[in-house]
Structure formats: structure tokens, C-alpha cells
């Protein structure tokens, strides 16, 4: 286990800018900012995502901020979408950080009129840069490590 250490006020302002980071990606999501969503990458970030968990090769690779374009608006896709940010580590040096998040992320959608929940937990490992005192995404792996999809009982 690591032994807390005491924080600058520096490393500190930076640690909370980034979980602010990690939470406003999945707020953005959530409420169908695009925009927004895309507003949190460097212009020439790296987006991969592994659909069949880490040690897999990705399912596709996106280059360039505009390149998530259709990632982001697939979620609309979905009726509603809740995504729940869990622990995260990050290590910083300097103006660049390192960073694994963990998010429980759940999805609601018609199929054949039954309304169904498809839940999968998400792992991302980040590249963070820091541009003018704010930080963004440099590079983004999306790792599934599990989903799980079933009819869906909410009535909302």
C-alpha cells in the first residue's frame, strides 16, 4: 500500500483539474456533448479502444480531435447513459501526467420493443498534457473488461 504523502498546493490544483477532467468526459457523454467531449483532447490526440480488454489488440485507433466525432455521437444511440467514475491513479511530472480511471458505465436502448441495460466496466489509460494551465487528454485506451447486457426492468 502506498504511505500518503503531504501534497504541494501545485500538485494538488493539478490532481483535482484532472479528476475534473476524467468527470467531465463522462458528463459529456452523458448529457450528448460532442463538443464538449471533444473540447477535453489535445488537437492531435491518440483515442484507442480495446473492446476485448487489455492485451488485446485495439478494435480501432482514432487520430486527431476531429476523429471523435462519430465516436462521441454514437452515443445518441442510447436513451440515457450513466457513467459512474471510480478510483484513479495518476503520476505527474511536471506539465504531462500518466493516469489509470475506472468507470462503471451503463447504457439503456430499445431492441424489439424490450428495453434493455447493457452495463460494461471501462478501464482508461491516459496521457495527460497541461496547455496554458489546463489539462487534456493526449492520449486515451479504452479498455473493456467486462459488459453485460439484459432486459432492463426501470421504468424511466
Request: net charge negative.
Amino acid at each position: 500500500m502506498d504511505v500518503p504523502r503531504e501534497l504541494t498546493p501545485a500538485e494538488a490544483a493539478d490532481r483535482l483539474a484532472i479528476r475534473e477532467l476524467f468527470d467531465g468526459y463522462a458528463r459529456c457523454a452523458d448529457r450528448r456533448d460532442a463538443e464538449g467531449q471533444k473540447a477535453l483532447f489535445t488537437p492531435d490526440t491518440l483515442f484507442a479502444v480495446h473492446m476485448d480488454g487489455e492485451g488485446s489488440a485495439p478494435t480501432y485507433v482514432l487520430e486527431g480531435r476531429e476523429a471523435l466525432t462519430p465516436v462521441f455521437a454514437d452515443l445518441n444511440r442510447y436513451e440515457v447513459t450513466t457513467h459512474f467514475n471510480g478510483q484513479s491513479t495518476v503520476t505527474i511530472d511536471g506539465d504531462r501526467a500518466t493516469g489509470e480511471s475506472y468507470t462503471l458505465a451503463h447504457h439503456l436502448f430499445l431492441e424489439a420493443g424490450v428495453r434493455m441495460m447493457m452495463i460494461a466496466s471501462l478501464r482508461y489509460h491516459d496521457t495527460f498534457v497541461k496547455v496554458e494551465g489546463r489539462w487534456y487528454f493526449a492520449t486515451r485506451k479504452l479498455f473493456v473488461d467486462w459488459s453485460e447486457t439484459r432486459p432492463s426492468t426501470a421504468t424511466h
